[in-house]
């Protein structure tokens, strides 16, 4: 199998980095999603994300990823007693796919020649414990992505088919691509990622030479590549463990509290979602940079990603939304 593009390796993209960064710190920021030209990395850095992570342990044989036998649903016969290690998984979801193939269905096959009702899984049972990626998610019928984000937030895929009724886990970071000329999610769906950035293709000659530069040389030798800046991803890979374990003691004192209210306030973020979120990013990024607090210069660096897709469009203003939450920061996070 071919081993994915080294993360370290892919060049500029800086907050598309940092915000899949954050959230393999903390799944529970929501997933990220990408919006922007073609053919800026947005696959090759999901991929590579989750390669530069460790395996994970599962039950073997599990089709949901179990962790533990007591994580197996009832249902899954497949699952033996042994433990085995696996890289993270992270599955596409195809446009197009039907309900049925996303949350699972009734097992025809089985119905047909031994007449048992059982469950078939489906693509969230893949994707737990790993990453689900959907590409032109803005192109995604809205009954499949409302289901999506119903099941990343509560952690849980509950299935009602032809009699059946069966749950199971489904925690996965769910990162969204697409190009905004191609088609817009609703505002709604947009307040449900946690995280948002714009990415554009480079406009240095420099940085593009160096994009064909790494690209022709780990298509020409991928061995000698991944060697190359192996040492580079074990640092961020080492680094996002020792995040993952100080994260609880991160100190979140009330002027920090403060500074992320009112600055949701002044921009006009619908709802408490916008706060939260801003709160939990810089705790993340607090614990990524190897700080036990947050400070004004952690949510200076997050809140972009996590509140310029919960701003009302605002068709006067062409800065855009990233600008808004920029002027705003000057004037609330002096």
Not at 11 to 16: A, D, P
Not at 91 to 116: F, K, M, N, Q, S
Request: glycine share 8%; proline share 5%.
């Amino acid at each position: 199998m071919k081993h994915p593009f080294p993360f370290s390796a892919i060049v500029g993209q800086t907050q598309m980095k940092t915000a899949m960064i954050l959230t393999a710190i903390d799944p529970g920021i929501g997933g990220v999603l990408v919006f922007g030209d073609r053919g800026t990395g947005k696959s090759t850095a999901v991929r590579a994300l989750a390669a530069l992570l460790p395996p994970i342990s599962v039950v073997q044989g599990s089709a949901t990823n179990a962790e533990t036998l007591t994580d197996v649903p009832e249902w899954d016969r497949g699952a033996g007693e042994e433990s085995i290690e696996i890289p993270t998984p992270v599955i596409d979801l195809p446009l197009g796919a039907t309900e049925d193939r996303v949350v699972g269905a009734l097992d025809i096959e089985r119905a047909i020649t031994r007449g048992e009702k059982a469950y078939e899984p489906g693509l969230l049972a893949r994707a737990n414990r790993g990453y689900l990626y959907i590409d032109e998610v803005n192109l995604l019928e809205d009954h499949i992505v409302d289901l999506l984000l119903d099941v990343a937030a509560s952690g849980e895929n509950l299935i009602e088919r032809e009699g059946l009724s069966v749950r199971h886990d489904a925690r996965f970071v769910l990162v969204g691509s697409g190009n905004p000329e191609e088609g817009e999610l609703r505002p709604q769906l947009l307040d449900r990622f946690g995280l948002s950035v714009e990415v554009r293709s480079p406009q240095d000659v420099e940085e593009r030479i160096d994009v064909i530069r790494r690209r022709a040389a780990y298509d020409v030798n991928p061995e000698a590549f991944l060697q190359k800046w192996r040492a580079e991803d074990l640092n961020i890979r080492n680094t996002i463990l020792a995040a993952r374990a100080s994260l609880a003691g991160i100190e979140t004192k009330d002027a920090a509290l403060r500074d992320c209210a009112e600055l949701c306030l002044a921009l006009g973020s619908d709802g408490l979602r916008g706060e939260l979120t801003l709160l939990r990013a810089a705790r993340a990024q607090a614990a990524y940079e190897g700080s036990d607090r947050i400070t004004r210069t952690h949510i200076r660096t997050v809140a972009p990603m996590a509140l310029s897709h919960r701003l009302r469009r605002d068709p006067l203003d062409e800065a855009g939304s990233s600008a808004r939450v920029t002027r705003m920061m000057e004037d609330i996070l002096a």
